[in-house]
């Protein structure tokens, strides 16, 4: 069988990787792939990005199936596209995308299924939302509504800093991104306290089957700090989510999600990223959604997969889920990311990247901001790669990722060195 991955980041990559061990699976072709894509003969790289013409290439060669990582082509309805043209596809529909295209209808939706988020305000008027800061105050959420590659967030612990996102996003739209009628967006939130993670389950329309839990790092710097990201490492399970939150999550966030989109007319299908804030007492509010896996959180969940992922994305596009059970390695899984100088705003490309080590079966370099260029590898963007490893604990897992990323060089390579540090001592999560 003939498998296409959409993309070209460490999730598509890791996802390329999962499916060419399937057993039914003869190729994985990866559009448009990277660097490591590139070079790995278990792959083949296609260089179309444009929806119609790849459904058009996907029908001519006979694609068993196709995945897609990002959310971009998500938001542009290469699902629609593909299903019109009878081919097989895991992801949502342009109308299910709005879960994460736009923020403010996501958070119109949870208000009417009464799911558990921050209270929130929509402006388009910047007067009015700057207006709104000054009687909330501060720390407060400014989002940008639209997609912005993850770094569309800012949380500002003062009234000017958040004045400043408002300038930035509504004013100047320095994002350059748009809502689903056009022209810029903001949805100002309620700062919530408590611990982050990522809660990802793949949904078939009617059936919803979790992932392993997993927790990611957004800041650029140690200890937290610094600008956010799209993502600079991830581990899974992730502690605080316990069986006792799990169950929650799935009751008063998940469920209702897929059977409010349904009962709205817009069925969910593929994979489903609540991105959680859990409390001190274990209650848990979803901070957004997201209509794909996250990046980095895909590394480290697909080193744990141990189940065939061809077969388990063709139960989900059957709409037969509900007879799968999933097989996860019992190691803890960790990934660090890599990223370019300058990263987050103004990554540099172009580095010479050397010193990756060969597969192990407890490490994976995965690969996202690299290119080939003349057979020498180098830097094309913000991320380039994740260094993801399997271990007994996350102390082991720890060293043994910075061990592989020390031998790892490209001028001006930033990686955070604490990844993990949350669940150092672990309180008992599920998978």
């Not at 794909?292 to 061809?310: A, N, V, W, Y």
Request: glycine letters at 10%.
């Amino acid at each position: 069988m003939k498998v296409l991955v959409i993309g070209g980041g460490g999730r598509e990559h890791a996802l390329a990787w999962r499916l060419a061990q399937g057993n039914r699976v003869s190729r994985v072709y990866v559009a448009p792939g990277n660097g490591g894509t590139e070079g790995d003969p278990r792959f083949t790289q296609v260089s179309i990005t444009d929806p119609a013409k790849l459904c058009a290439w996907a029908k001519k060669e006979k694609i068993a199936l196709t995945v897609v990582g990002p959310e971009g082509p998500l938001a542009a309805g290469v699902v629609d596209e593909f299903r019109a043209n009878g081919l097989r596809i895991f992801g949502p529909t342009k109308a299910a995308a709005q879960l994460e295209s736009s923020k403010a209808f996501s958070k119109d939706f949870m208000k009417r299924h009464k799911i558990p988020t921050a209270k929130y305000e929509t402006f388009t008027d910047a007067a009015a939302a700057h207006a709104y800061v000054d009687a909330q105050g501060a720390p407060i959420v400014v989002k940008a509504d639209g997609l912005a590659a993850g770094k569309g967030v800012v949380v500002a612990q003062t009234a000017q800093e958040a004045h400043e996102a408002i300038d930035f996003m509504l004013v100047d739209n320095k994002f350059g991104v748009s809502h689903n009628q056009g022209g810029a967006r903001v949805v100002i939130e309620e700062f919530l306290a408590g611990e982050e993670a990522s809660f990802i389950v793949m949904c078939d329309g009617k059936n919803v089957l979790p992932l392993a839990t997993s927790q990611d790092h957004k800041r650029l710097l140690d200890g937290d700090a610094g600008p956010n990201t799209g993502g600079m490492g991830a581990y899974s399970p992730a502690p605080v989510v316990t069986a006792e939150v799990h169950a929650r999550v799935m009751r008063e966030i998940i469920l209702p999600t897929v059977r409010g989109m349904e009962k709205d007319g817009i069925p969910y299908t593929g994979f489903l990223y609540a991105g959680l804030m859990i409390d001190a007492s274990g209650h848990p509010k979803t901070l957004e959604f997201n209509c794909r896996m996250g990046d980095p959180e895909t590394q480290p969940i697909m080193m744990r997969f141990k189940s065939d992922l061809f077969e388990v994305l063709s139960h989900a596009t059957d709409g037969t889920l509900d007879q799968v059970e999933l097989q996860w390695d019992r190691h803890i899984a960790l990934g660090v990311v890599m990223a370019a100088a300058g990263y987050p705003l103004d990554p540099r490309k172009g580095d010479r990247i050397t010193g990756i080590p060969p597969e192990a079966p407890d490490a994976v370099v995965f690969h996202a901001g690299t290119s080939m260029d003349s057979g020498e590898l180098r830097t094309s963007g913000g991320r380039v790669l994740c260094v993801t490893v399997l271990a007994d604990s996350v102390k082991l897992a720890q060293q043994r990722a910075y061990e592989v990323a020390s031998k790892v060089g490209f001028d001006g390579a930033q990686y955070r060195k604490d990844i993990g540090h949350r669940a150092v001592h672990p309180r008992g999560a599920s998978t």
